[in-house]
């Protein structure tokens, strides 16, 4: 599985982005996907993940987030979304997402298998 992700770029205070991540090839590691970001010099932290239920999808989200991110998927095309409102500067970071396949662990980043290689999100006050 590869991934890759897009959409980041430089955007003023207040205002939103759409990350992109665009699967290729597909393994039974990778059913679930999340989304990640790491700030210079901080750890690398959770903000959603979602996956296939049944007929439709589950989501989570980091609760820091207080609902100014929305995860989505595409299925027709092997992509899922991350759409940010409401963006300040301590959101700028490199954004990644990552595939696996244990919704349990979702939150984890050291256990997902595949990674796209991130793309920088800079937010100017």
């Known amino acids: 599985v590869q991934l890759q992700a897009s959409g980041g770029g430089l955007v003023q205070a207040g205002g939103s982005l759409r990350l992109s991540c665009a699967a290729s090839?597909?393994?039974?590691?990778?059913?679930?996907t999340g989304w990640f970001r790491q700030a210079p010099g901080k750890e690398r932290r959770f903000l959603a993940g979602?996956?296939?239920?049944?007929?439709?999808?589950?989501?989570t989200y980091a609760s820091s987030l207080k609902g100014r991110f929305t995860i989505s998927r595409d299925n027709a095309k092997n992509t899922v979304y991350l759409q940010m409102d409401s963006l300040q500067p301590e959101d700028t970071a490199v954004y990644y997402c990552?595939?696996?396949?244990?919704?349990?662990?979702?939150?984890?980043?050291?256990?997902?298998?595949?990674w796209g290689q991130g793309t920088l999100v800079t937010v100017s006050s």
């Open positions: 090839g597909r393994s039974d590691r990778s059913d679930v």
């Open positions: 990552a595939s696996d396949n244990d919704w349990r662990l979702v939150k984890v980043w050291s256990k997902y298998t595949y």
């Open positions: 979602i996956a296939a239920s049944g007929s439709g999808t589950i989501t």
